[in-house]
């Protein structure tokens, strides 16, 4: 059958990526694909940066000004100014810096306001700093798929932390509705912009959100394990250390003094030596970023989410199949996820046929649409793979059964 798609704006992106032949690549919402730009970006860094230039790179490449440099390039992404947001260390690691510089602005409050169900790191985090707070210092959790956040605050509630686009359901809060909830109670808001950005346009400064961290390894393609960006409000920065008080951190990191004074705003949320391999790795893929139009890429994002769900309806209904993303447009994001006995292997059987997704425990098969690079065509393709795989019964054959360290 021939299908008419809708007129795909980014057609032209594909081919800035690598992308292996007889590949249909719906994990980008985990590890994005390999632009082709960053293999010679990282050779030049390697042999000229790091083997010529030796440490005079530090200046002369601009290696110290990366992490506000790659910042920068973020910055459109989320809707703040460039000099607000920089990039290093790992999400998990700047979502303490994060909690740690908010739980200090509301020092009478003993709260931290979590998912149950988000992220583990993300809870890990915020259990991780109630106990090193103590004194009585507890995390509450809201219930999963709790969208409306205002029966769970009230004034003894320092922070919510919150991820915008669910890791495993995709289903998305009102940013700008909860963040205000937030305020009017007291408290302060930090964003895990982790399955966001990239997907779709968000809009943090016009938000008022406090804090935001996010992966750059994602919808970025900064490749694995690539920096972490973090963004402060000025305003709240400058009233506030966060605790990773490293000396990059510092307002003169070359000065050696005894005692801290923290940077101006986001620069105090450098911590250390920034990672420079990966950093310009992330640097050089971001360069595709340049001209994208957020709401064309939301639109066409929505597109392929709207075309999965419906072809997975059409051709996959009595296997038993539960599409766990919600159907309305403002409470999605940019993946598919699907509840199924037989989740694992049925993930393990489409990877062996060139599909690619991932799987959640306990059944949930994901599946990520990049809308930079996933075509329409891939859509269809996928659906008729798994159909196939459901209706042969291949997922059941041995080799699919043996669960990896990774999923
Ligand atoms: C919501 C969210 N936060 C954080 C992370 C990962 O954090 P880190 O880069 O520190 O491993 C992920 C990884 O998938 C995630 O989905």
């Given at each position: 059958?021939?299908?008419?798609?809708?007129?795909?704006?980014?057609?032209a992106y594909r081919q800035f990526f690598h992308l292996p032949s007889?590949t249909?690549y719906?994990d980008g919402?985990s590890l994005g694909l390999l632009p082709k730009a960053v293999a010679d970006r990282l050779q030049y860094v390697i042999k000229e940066e790091w083997g010529v230039g030796l440490i005079s790179s530090w200046n002369q490449a601009g290696w110290m000004e990366l992490p506000q440099r790659v910042g920068a390039q973020i910055?459109?992404?989320?809707?703040?100014?460039?000099?607000?947001?920089v990039v290093g260390d790992s999400?998990?690691?700047?979502?303490?810096?994060?909690?740690?510089?908010?739980?200090?602005?509301?020092?009478?409050?003993?709260?931290?306001?979590?998912?149950?169900?988000?992220?583990?790191?993300?809870?890990?985090?915020?259990?991780?700093?109630?106990?090193?707070?103590?004194?009585?210092?507890?995390?509450?959790?809201?219930?999963?798929?709790?969208?409306?956040?205002?029966?769970?605050?009230?004034?003894?509630?320092?922070?919510?932390?919150?991820?915008?686009?669910?890791?495993?359901?995709?289903?998305?809060?009102?940013?700008?509705?909860?963040?205000?909830?937030?305020?009017?109670?007291?408290?302060?808001?930090?964003?895990?912009?982790?399955?966001?950005?990239g997907?779709?346009?968000?809009?943090?400064?016009?938000?008022?959100?406090?804090?935001?961290?996010?992966c750059t390894y994602k919808y970025l393609n900064g490749g694995p394990g690539s920096p972490a960006f973090?963004?402060?409000?000025?305003?709240?920065?400058?009233?506030?250390?966060?605790?990773?008080?490293?000396?990059?951190?510092?307002?003169?990191?070359?000065?050696?003094?005894?005692?801290?004074?923290?940077?101006?705003?986001?620069?105090?949320?450098?911590?250390g030596t920034p990672h420079i391999l990966s950093l310009s790795a992330l640097h050089e893929s971001l360069k595709i970023w340049e001209q994208v139009?957020?709401?064309?890429?939301?639109?066409?994002?929505?597109?392929?989410?709207?075309?999965?769900?419906?072809?997975?309806?059409?051709?996959?209904?009595?296997?038993?199949?539960?599409?766990?993303?919600?159907?309305?447009?403002?409470?999605?994001?940019?993946?598919?996820?699907?509840?199924?006995?037989?989740?694992?292997?049925?993930?393990?059987?489409?990877?062996?046929?060139?599909?690619?997704?991932?799987?959640?425990?306990?059944?949930?098969?994901?599946?990520?649409?990049a809308?930079l690079y996933?075509?329409?065509?891939?859509?269809?393709?996928?659906?008729?793979?798994?159909?196939?795989?459901?209706?042969?019964?291949?997922?059941?054959?041995?080799?699919?059964?043996?669960?990896?360290?990774?999923?």
């Open positions: 059958m021939n299908r008419i798609f809708p007129t795909d704006p980014f057609s007889n249909i719906l919402n910055a459109r992404l989320v809707g703040v100014e460039p000099a607000d947001i999400t998990s690691v700047n979502l303490f810096k994060c909690l740690g510089a908010a739980v200090q602005l509301r020092p009478q409050r003993r709260v931290i306001l979590a998912e149950t169900d988000n992220f583990s790191t993300d809870t890990y985090m915020a259990e991780g700093m109630a106990k090193l707070l103590g004194n009585g210092y507890q995390v509450r959790y809201l219930p999963p798929n709790t969208f409306d956040v205002r029966p769970y605050l009230d004034e003894t509630v320092a922070v919510a932390l919150l991820t915008h686009v669910h890791y495993k359901t995709a289903a998305k809060f009102d940013m700008k509705q909860v963040t205000q909830d937030v305020h009017d109670c007291g408290a302060l808001m930090i964003w895990d912009l982790s399955h966001s950005t997907a779709m346009p968000v809009q943090l400064a016009a938000c008022q959100a406090d804090f935001a961290v996010g973090v963004y402060a409000s000025p305003t709240i920065a400058e009233q506030t250390w966060q605790p990773l008080s490293g000396w990059l951190g510092h307002q003169a990191p070359f000065a050696f003094e005894t005692h801290y004074r923290p940077n101006t705003a986001i620069l105090r949320f450098i911590a139009d957020l709401d064309a890429l939301r639109e066409k994002s929505l597109a392929l989410t709207d075309l999965f769900i419906q072809l997975l309806e059409q051709t996959c209904d009595g296997y038993g199949l539960e599409i766990v993303t919600p159907r309305s447009h403002e409470q999605r994001g940019s993946h598919v996820s699907v509840a199924f006995e037989h989740a694992y292997p049925v993930v393990q059987a489409l990877i062996a046929r060139g599909v690619i997704g991932d799987f959640r425990a306990p059944n949930i098969m994901r599946f990520g649409f809308p996933v075509s329409f065509q891939d859509v269809v393709e996928a659906v008729a793979h798994l159909q196939d795989v459901l209706a042969s019964h291949e997922y059941l054959a041995p080799q699919f059964q043996t669960r990896k360290s990774v999923t």
